[in-house]
């Protein structure tokens, strides 16, 4: 047997460790090969969408390569820990430390090879279904094509990868001494301790964490820091702190077999706590990222909603041909069979400070407008009155009685009216005054003329399709009238636009949660099999004394489900209170069951999917388990 036969023998004997490592690593070469596919794909370039998508997918590339580094290093550095006390006997029959770094070198480099290949064919076998997918986020056929750039790209990007670590890798073993390595995992472990104070210090980082977020959104930094901070303290000393608890409650610690796993559990966690800490902010990153990401589909179809004309255009005062642009749309209208009507509207602006700045119209433009919508606006302004139209979620606050520059609020609406919140409405003469001064100060323009359509065909209250005569027509007048002094805005493209944007992303935060989420059962499942020789010899010697299978198999349960729920919860908690925050700040304030369902989508997701991988993990294991007890036990 040669060097090589040795090191191939090594992988295949190992197979059962490096199962969970490969599968994981082959998926992440998948995703990988998969965003390239579409960065190359050489009909990307004529979709409207392609810039927008091949930089989405390249972002979701290098977010899945430096996570797939720091996900291989640790797999790596988990099985090194594990098979140190084969390289110390190995190291006592003579094999030199080069030979034991060239067999390290030639496993890694081959479980590698490996999982490149496979993550590639793996890739092609689905490459149809991808590009399908995507073909309907960008509205362009993506046809299968030989993607030998994508292949090109992947193989070189993994194959440095797993050679870097080889090399990273070799340093962990050469500075251990054959005794140390021939201990293994098997050294004393230390009764695990907590202080008092990093255990307060842990739940006030989390709570001052959320506390500045929800305050202030600017602190977003600051507050990221510290709950990460938080979360490391909540699993290396506050855990620790509830497990010593526990143990103390002698009505509770001495019932059943709760003294065995809870004994075992004070050192696991003490042992996984940084596991545990990096599994919680991925999982509760990927949450977020996936349930904000569905956030905004609540947010475009609100939108939809809210805005009330089907077509506007938007125009400064200057341009001269708006009307030769306003006939094109008219007959764009008339050609395709649609009745409609429409108003033009004058606008301008007020400046209040230096960075607060209000729109403002007439009040000949304002009952046109309401006309249009079906609204009553038999009131007529005075010198010095003005309405106030803007969304109940104004941060301005300003309500009837109050004033704004020097005009008196006479009445608030929130009800959208034009396409420019919050909007103030003065009557004609006052109106003129602020563009002429406008005009004078030379600080902004005239102001804008505005044209509104009301379709009745297209009420705006569910919205289109992307196949639908309104999303056609609505894109063909958008593209019939393109200047630089005016653009045309139509509700179903706005739509349709922001939805394919959506779509886009979550087609890339969902494969990326997939690789966070088979990551981190591979980092439970090394963890569990880290422990096994021990796990084994302490159940062989209590089946000895008398403990029973059934109870072999509920401690083991118990531990396993702890180990794979409790970063969950707690990622889950997270998760949900962050969404919640972003929902105030970002999403415009949702309402609560339309923010919670997609933060519950989201968490319950990774439940669902982290209890498969529980499950499989749990047979697996506690049948290594059963074959160490003492039959006369059961």
């Known amino acids: 047997m040669n060097f090589r036969q040795f090191a ?5 004997r190992n197979r059962r460790a490096y199962s969970a490592y490969f599968l994981s690593s082959s998926f992440a070469v998948m995703i990988f090969f998969a965003y390239a596919l579409f960065i190359f794909h050489p009909e990307l370039a004529k979709s409207d969408l392609g810039d927008q998508a091949k930089m989405g997918m390249t972002a979701a590339a290098y977010v899945t390569f430096v996570f797939s580094f720091l996900f291989v290093l640790y797999s790596i550095s988990a099985f090194l820990k594990i098979r140190n006390k084969e390289f110390g006997l190995l190291t006592i029959l003579g094999a030199q430390r080069k030979q034991i770094n060239k067999l390290i070198f030639l496993e890694n480099i081959l479980i590698g090879f490996a999982s490149i290949v496979t993550g590639i064919l793996s890739g092609l076998l689905f490459a149809k279904l991808f590009l399908l997918y995507g073909s309907n986020i960008v509205e362009t056929e993506l046809s299968f094509y030989l993607p030998v750039k994508a292949i090109g790209l992947t193989i070189a990007a993994f194959s440095a990868l797993y050679i870097v670590i080889s090399f990273l890798t070799l340093f962990s073993i050469r500075q251990k001494v054959a005794l140390e390595l021939l201990m293994g995992t098997s050294k004393p472990k230390k009764e695990p301790k907590a202080h008092i104070l990093l255990v307060l210090l842990s739940i006030l980082l989390i709570v001052t964490a959320y506390y500045l977020l929800y305050t202030n959104f600017n602190t977003i930094l600051l507050a990221l820091t510290l709950g990460i901070i938080g979360t490391y ?4 000393q506050f855990s620790v702190y509830v497990m010593r608890l ?6 509770f610690f001495w019932k059943g077999t709760r003294m065995l796993w809870i004994s075992e559990m004070a050192y696991k966690i003490k042992d996984n706590a940084r596991m545990f800490f990096m599994i919680t902010i991925v999982t509760a990153m990927a949450s977020v990222a996936i349930g904000l990401v569905q956030s905004f ?13 089907a077509i506007t255009f938007n125009v400064t005062k200057e341009y001269k041909n708006w009307k030769t642009d306003m006939q094109k749309m008219d007959q764009e209208l008339e050609n395709s069979g649609i009745k409609y ?6 606008l301008s602006e007020i400046q209040l400070t230096d960075d607060n700045s209000v729109n403002v119209t007439n009040e000949s433009s304002y009952r046109q407008l309401s006309k249009l919508l079906g609204l009553n606006a038999s009131y007529k302004l005075k010198s010095g009155e003005a309405i106030y139209i803007a969304p109940k979620s104004d941060k301005r606050g300003i309500q009837v009685g109050q004033k704004v520059s020097k005009y008196q609020i006479v009445e608030r609406i929130d009800k959208r009216i034009t396409s420019y919140r919050p909007l103030l409405v003065v009557n004609d003469e006052a109106f003129q ?3 002429a001064s406008s005009v004078k100060e030379k600080n902004l323009s005239s102001g804008i003329r505005s044209v509104y359509y009301s379709v009745p065909a297209w009420s705006g209250e569910k919205p289109p399709l992307s196949d639908s005569d309104q999303v056609k027509i609505s894109k063909k007048i958008e593209k019939s009238v393109m200047s630089e002094d005016g653009y045309v805005s139509t509700r179903a493209g706005s739509y349709i636009e922001f939805k394919h944007s959506t779509s886009l992303l979550s087609f890339i935060c969902i494969f990326i949660a997939a690789v966070f989420s088979l990551a981190t059962a591979s980092f439970l499942y090394f963890k569990l099999y880290t422990d096994l020789n021990q ?3 302490i159940y062989h010697m209590l089946s000895k004394v008398g403990l029973s299978t059934s109870q072999m198999r509920r401690t083991g349960t118990i531990q396993i489900a702890m180990l794979f729920f409790i970063p969950l919860i707690v990622a889950g908690l997270e998760a949900i209170l962050s969404l919640q925050i972003l929902n105030k700040d970002i999403l415009g304030h949702l309402p609560l069951w339309e923010m919670l369902t997609p933060s519950l989508i989201s968490v319950s997701g990774f439940f669902v999917v982290q209890f498969i991988y529980f499950f499989i993990v749990r047979v697996l294991y506690l049948k290594q388990l059963d074959k160490v007890m003492v039959k006369s036990g059961k």
Not at 233 to 236: I, M
Not at 297 to 309: A, I, L
């Open 535 to 537: 796990d084994q010899r």
């Open 433 to 435: 005054q602020i563009q």
């Open 297 to 309: 589909d609540y947010v475009g179809k609100d939108s939809y909603k809210e805005v009330p004309f």
């Open 233 to 236: 303290l909540f699993f290396t």
């Open 246 to 251: 526990l143990k103390k409650n002698r009505s």
């Open 341 to 346: 009507d429409k108003a033009i509207a004058e």
């Open 8 to 12: 191939f023998n090594n992988v295949k």
